[in-house]
């Protein structure tokens, strides 16, 4: 540990470069991560949402339930879909 330091302390500009790429590619990851994570919970609530909505149809009548089945049960259409499949 005593090299490192000093090593760092004699010339610190060989040592500015492999931190700033570390920090770098991990605030990249953690923003990644922050991001799919948001992007799952606002798709959860809209899903959720639209259920809700389904239902409140579907009890003051104005929505036959079969269709409101086959409403929940569609798949979104394959554009929407995430991934390569």
């Known amino acids: 540990m005593d090299r490192l ?5 004699r010339d610190p500009d060989d040592f500015i470069v492999p931190v700033f790429m570390f920090s770098a590619m991990f605030i990249i990851g ?9 992007t799952t919970v606002i798709t959860t609530r809209q899903r ?3 259920r809700r909505e389904i239902a409140a149809y579907v009890a ?3 929505m036959p339930p079969e269709v409101a089945e086959r409403m929940l049960t569609a798949e979104p259409p394959r554009s929407k ?3 390569c499949c």
């Open 81 to 83: 879909k995430k991934g």
């Open 5 to 9: 330091l000093e090593a760092i302390a």
């Open 30 to 38: 953690l923003v990644a991560v922050i991001g799919g994570f948001i």
């Open 48 to 50: 959720e949402q639209t």
């Open 60 to 62: 003051e009548g104005s």
